[in-house]
C-alpha cells in the first residue's frame, strides 16, 4: 500500500540555533512519504543558507524564499504549493518525536471519516520538559468537527495549529490573517468546522521550546488587542453557527477589548491608538451580556462597571493601576 503523502509546513525565520534540530526531526520520521516545505520568510541571518544545503541532502525538501511578512504570511505560502493528501505545521524552534506521523497516520487509516488528529505536546525549556500541554481527551476519542470547533470558539480547547495532522481539504480556503498576531485565534477553528471527525491520541508528539527571551521580554501592549480580534472572530462564528454559545464567546472578546483600553489608558501607547475606534462600540454594544456574564472574574466586572459609569474615572483608575502595578491582580495581564 502507498502511503499518502503528508506536506509539512516550516516557517522559517531567525532560527540559525533552532533548525538543525527541527529539521533532523522530520527528516527522521519513520514515516518517510513527506513533503517538507521550508518557507524562508526573508531571514537575515543564514537560514536561508541552511534551508537550502538542507534540499541538496533530502529531495523530499522544498525551499521557498520570499521577502519577510509574518508567520501567518509564511503558513499561507505553504498552504498554497503543498499538493500533499495530508498537512503539518512545525514552527522551526521546535521539533517533533519520531513516530509522530506514523501513529497519526495510523488513526487515518484505520478509520476513513477521520478528518483531522490531534496529539499532545511537551513544552521544554533548557532541554527538560516543564509540562504536558494540549491534553484535552484520552487516546482513541473521537469527536464531531462541530463539537471540538465550539469548545475552540468558548476557548476550552487551544486553537494551536501544530498539535494536529489535518486532510488537505480542511484548508481549502482556509488562510491565515496576515500581519495579525495569535493568528491561530481567528484560523484554526475553520479548518475544524470543515472536519467531520477528530480523533485524538494523548501522546505528546510535539515538543514546543520555551526560550528565557520570551519569558522576560516586556509585555506587549498590542498583544491584547490582537487576541481580542482572534476571539471576536470566534464570537462572529458562534453568533451565526453556534448561537447557544454566542454569550459567553462575546464575553471572551470582550475581557480582551477592555484589557486593550485599560494598557491604552494607562500606558498611551501609540500603536493603540487605532483601536479605540473598534473596541469600545464593541464593549459598549454589548454591555448586557458582559455584566451578566458569570464566567467573568469579579474584579474584571468590577472594571467594566466603572467604565460603563464614568470613562474619565476608568481613566485614572487604569492610570492609578498601572503606577502601582495591579493589573494581574485585575485580571489584564496577557494570555
Not at 197 to 224: D, G, L
Not at 315 to 326: D, E
Amino acid at each position: 500500500m502507498i502511503e499518502p503523502l503528508i506536506s509539512v509546513i516550516v516557517p522559517v525565520y531567525k532560527v540559525e540555533q533552532y533548525l538543525i534540530e527541527c529539521v533532523t526531526s522530520i527528516l527522521n520520521q519513520t514515516y518517510q512519504n513527506l513533503e517538507i516545505l521550508l518557507i524562508d520568510d526573508g531571514s537575515p541571518d543564514n537560514c536561508p543558507q541552511m534551508c537550502d544545503k538542507f534540499a541538496t541532502m533530502d529531495s523530499r525538501i522544498r525551499v521557498i524564499h520570499k521577502t519577510n511578512g509574518g508567520l501567518a504570511d509564511a503558513r499561507n505560502t505553504g498552504l498554497e504549493n503543498a499538493t500533499g493528501e495530508y498537512v503539518a505545521f512545525v514552527d522551526s524552534d521546535d521539533w517533533i518525536d519520531l513516530n509522530t506521523y506514523t501513529e497519526m497516520m495510523r488513526v487515518f487509516l484505520d478509520n476513513q471519516n477521520i478528518d483531522i488528529v490531534c496529539c499532545s505536546a511537551s513544552r521544554v525549556l533548557k532541554n527538560e520538559v516543564v509540562d504536558e500541554c494540549f491534553s484535552y481527551y484520552d487516546s482513541g476519542t473521537i469527536k464531531s468537527g462541530a463539537e471540538i470547533t465550539k469548545r475552540i470558539l468558548l476557548d476550552e480547547i487551544g486553537s494551536q495549529v501544530v498539535k494536529g495532522l489535518y486532510k488537505y481539504k480542511c484548508w481549502e480556503a482556509v488562510r491565515f490573517p496576515i500581519g495579525q498576531l495569535y493568528e491561530d485565534i481567528p484560523t484554526t477553528y475553520k479548518a475544524f468546522m470543515k472536519a467531520g471527525q477528530v480523533a485524538f491520541i494523548n501522546k505528546p508528539f510535539y515538543k514546543y521550546r520555551m526560550n528565557e527571551a520570551s519569558i522576560s521580554t516586556t509585555p506587549n501592549p498590542i498583544k491584547p488587542y490582537h487576541i481580542y480580534l482572534g476571539f471576536k472572530a470566534h464570537y462572529e462564528c458562534a453568533e451565526k453557527d453556534f448561537p447557544e454559545i454566542s454569550e459567553q464567546c462575546c464575553a471572551n472578546a470582550a475581557h480582551y477589548a477592555i484589557s486593550t483600553y485599560f494598557h491604552y489608558c494607562s500606558e498611551k501607547p501609540k500603536e493603540l491608538e487605532c483601536t479605540i475606534n473598534d473596541i469600545l462600540p464593541f464593549i459598549d454594544r454589548h454591555k448586557k451580556v458582559i455584566l451578566k456574564n458569570k464566567g467573568i472574574p469579579r474584579s474584571r466586572i468590577m472594571a467594566l462597571k466603572l467604565y460603563y459609569t464614568s470613562n474619565l474615572l476608568f481613566k485614572v483608575f487604569c492610570r492609578v493601576f498601572h503606577v502601582i502595578g495591579l493589573q494581574k491582580f485585575m485580571g489584564f495581564e496577557e494570555k
